[in-house]
T-cell receptor, first 113, second 115 residues
């Protein structure tokens, strides 16, 4: 699976958009970009994933560059409850078998008043 | 239940003691994963089950670690002769299918402290 690079920490004011970047310059054509987050003392929580088109759901938006070498997770109106470690993961989607997610150290997002 | 349940939530073991950690996945979920998370690090893969079959155990750090899922539902991670370096949060995750792409649901983990 392709390696990802994320800033170790970011701050965001409550109510503002949080934009979390991720570099994955060695991503392969069949690899998806996944985002998970982990709130303190909880297990990771799935947020969103995409291949090459931008994606949006009730939690966030995912913007993937045209060359797919980087992406940005956008939380449109951050709240204090969005304070967490955010993990960007790239991996292939294969039918017939599920396999592990490879987590890095992620970005620690601190949302402040 | 609605989510993945892990027990106990906290476990303190004396060095050399055997421990067993339990995972109750979401009912009907085919895939089950165990991860180990050291303090300040991201989760690291230990092992994967598809139903009762253990398809990947490449992440188990030593032969003191053993996992089973005999009936394809509940899983147990056993650690024999615990050592201080085994201190970590052990996370379980399940997925409804065997196809990667579905979001995995994680439990809240078991925090193991070896003293």
């Amino acid at each position: 699976d392709a390696k990802t690079t994320q800033p170790p920490s970011m701050d965001c004011a409550e109510g503002r958009a949080a934009n979390l970047p991720c570099n994955h310059s060695t991503i392969s054509g069949n690899e998806y970009v996944y985002w998970y987050r982990q709130i303190h003392s909880q297990g990771p929580q799935y947020i969103i994933h995409g291949l090459k088109n931008n994606e949006t759901n009730e939690m966030a938006s995912l913007i993937i560059t045209e060359d797919r070498k980087s992406s940005t997770l956008i939380l449109p109106h951050a709240t204090l409850r969005d304070t967490a470690v955010y993990y960007c993961i790239v991996r292939a989607t294969l039918t017939g078998t599920a396999s592990k997610l490879t987590f890095g150290t992620g970005t620690r997002l601190q949302v402040t008043l | 239940g609605a989510g993945v349940s892990q027990s106990p939530r906290y476990k303190v073991a004396k060095r050399g003691q055997d421990v067993a950690l339990r995972c109750d996945p979401i009912s009907g979920h085919v895939s089950l994963f165990w991860y180990q998370q050291a303090l300040g690090q991201g989760p690291e893969f230990l092992t994967y089950f598809q139903n009762e079959a253990q398809l990947d155990k490449s992440g188990l750090p030593s032969d003191r670690f053993f996992a089973e899922r005999p009936e394809g539902s509940v899983s147990t991670l056993k650690i024999q002769r615990t050592q201080q370096e085994d201190s970590a949060v052990y996370l379980c995750a399940s997925s409804p299918t065997s196809v990667t792409g579905a979001g995995y649901t994680f439990g809240s983990g078991t925090r193991l402290t070896v003293v």
